[in-house]
């Protein structure tokens, strides 16, 4: 099973037997991916990464691009505002305090900061708003 899941500007995500995986246009794009993504999930501002970057048999001929596993995000879209649901995390404002967040824990900028970048995850009981798209081109050190 290789099922496309959504497809953005930097990387596709795929539904496979081993869970959810991040594919990019090259090695480079998908190690600094990796990098960013691995240290704002150790801050709680972005999904775990579960592999090293690496490609995956899509079929018996077949390799995927560069990529890694990842753990999946609730959406902020999927949003249905039922008893789970915490619709301030569904807010410019709670956008911006974690783009903050991000700048005062790591020196980037996180300059892609529209809704469909952000979805949330649960940890120890509390929910967490991050960044799911974690590209190389959506940040800016400083």
Known sequence: MF?????????????????????????????????????????????????????????????SGYGFYTEEAELLEDCECDDDCDCSMNTWEARLAVCEMVQYWTGWEFTDWHQG?????????????????CGHKGFIEK
């Open 3 to 63: 099922e496309i899941v959504d497809c953005g500007g930097e990387c596709a995500l795929y539904r496979t037997k081993m869970g959810l995986f991040k594919e990019y246009c090259s090695k480079s794009d998908a190690t600094e991916a990796h990098n960013i993504q691995t240290e704002l999930s150790s801050l709680h501002l972005a999904p775990d990464v579960y592999s090293r970057v690496c490609r995956v048999r899509i079929s018996e001929s077949n390799l």
């Open 117 to 133: 970048n952000f979805g949330y995850i649960t940890r120890e009981d509390q929910k967490f708003l991050v960044i799911i798209d």
